[in-house]
T-cell receptor, first 120, second 110 residues
Framework: GAGVSQTPSNKVTEKGKYVELRCDPI?????LYWYRQSLGQGPEFLIY????????DSGLPNDRFFAVRPEGSVSTLKIQRTERGDSAVYLC??????????????????FGPGTRLTVL | GQNIDQPTEMTATEGAIVQINCTYQ??????LFWYQQHAGEAPTFLSY??LDGLEEKGRFSSFLSRSKGYSYLLLKELQMKDSASYLC???????????WGAGTKLIIKP
C-alpha cells in the first residue's frame, strides 16, 4: 500500500518568504507528526496531531511556524518569514493509533521521504 | 533533562557482527525504538523493546535493560547495504512523543 508522501521533495526559497510543506499520511492513520532533521542529528519533534486537532505543538520553535490538518488526513506545515536557520529536512510521520502500545501493536511511526528546505 | 546517547560513528567489516549501544535518561519510559536511515532517505522502523530482554528479528536483534537505561542493536552477517545511520528513540511517558538520539553512522568495509 501507499506510504507517507510529502511534497515538494525539495524547496529553495529566499529569506523572508513564506513556504508550505505538505504531508499525506498513510490512509487510516489517526496520528500525524512533524519533525525536522539537521545533518548528523536525529529528528526534532515539532508538532503532533490526533485527528484534526494539534494535541501537542510544544516543539514548534516560534510563532512563524504553524501547521494544520483540517480534515484529519493531509497536513500542511506553514513557515512565515523564513530564516536561514530554518534550512533542514522536514519529516512527516504517521501512526495508526494515538498514544503508546495499543492491543499489543507497537504503534510505530512511519516516515515520509521528507522535504529538504533551503533558505538562501 | 531528557537525553539519548549513542556513538557518532562505527566501522565494521562485511560478514562480521556489530553492536550499537544506546543509553537514555528520560522522565518516563514507554518503549524504545531502533530506526535505520540511509543517507538522504527517511528513517525506517527496525525494532521495538518495552520489556527487558532480547528481541530477535532475522539478522537484527535489540536488547533492553530498563534498570540501566540501556539498549543495544546487534547486526549479524553484515552486508554492504547495512551502511546507514541507526537511530535510537525512546517513547516517554507522554505516550506518543519520541525522543531521538543523534544516530550512529555505521560504515561497512569489504
Amino acid at each position: 500500500g501507499a506510504g507517507v508522501s510529502q511534497t515538494p521533495s525539495n524547496k529553495v526559497t529566499e529569506k523572508g518568504k513564506y513556504v508550505e510543506l505538505r504531508c499525506d499520511p498513510i490512509s487510516g492513520h489517526t496520528a500525524l507528526y512533524w519533525y525536522r532533521q539537521s545533518l548528523g542529528q536525529g529528528p526534532e519533534f515539532l508538532i503532533y496531531f490526533q485527528g484534526t486537532g494539534a494535541a501537542d505543538d510544544s516543539g514548534l520553535p516560534n510563532d512563524r511556524f504553524f501547521a494544520v490538518r483540517p480534515e484529519g488526513s493531509v497536513s500542511t506545515l506553514k513557515i512565515q518569514r523564513t530564516e536561514r536557520g530554518d534550512s533542514a529536512v522536514y519529516l512527516c510521520a504517521s501512526s495508526r493509533y494515538k498514544g503508546g502500545d495499543y492491543k499489543g501493536v507497537y504503534n510505530e511511526q512511519f516516515f515520509g521521504p521528507g522535504t529538504r528546505l533551503t533558505v538562501l | 533533562g531528557q537525553n539519548i546517547d549513542q556513538p557518532t560513528e562505527m566501522t565494521a567489516t562485511e560478514g562480521a557482527i556489530v553492536q550499537i549501544n544506546c543509553t537514555y535518561q528520560t522522565s518516563g519510559f514507554n518503549g524504545l525504538f531502533w530506526y535505520q536511515q540511509h543517507a538522504g532517505e527517511a528513517p525506517t522502523f527496525l525494532s521495538y523493546n518495552v520489556l527487558d530482554g532480547l528481541e530477535e528479528k532475522g539478522r537484527f536483534s535489540s536488547f533492553l535493560s530498563r534498570s540501566k537505561g540501556y539498549s543495544y542493536l546487534l547486526l549479524k552477517e553484515l552486508q554492504m547495504k547495512d551502511s546507514a545511520s541507526y537511530l535510537c528513540a525512546v517513547r516517554s511517558d507522554s505516550n506518543y512523543q519520541l525522543i531521538w538520539g543523534a544516530g550512529t553512522k555505521l560504515i561497512i568495509k569489504p
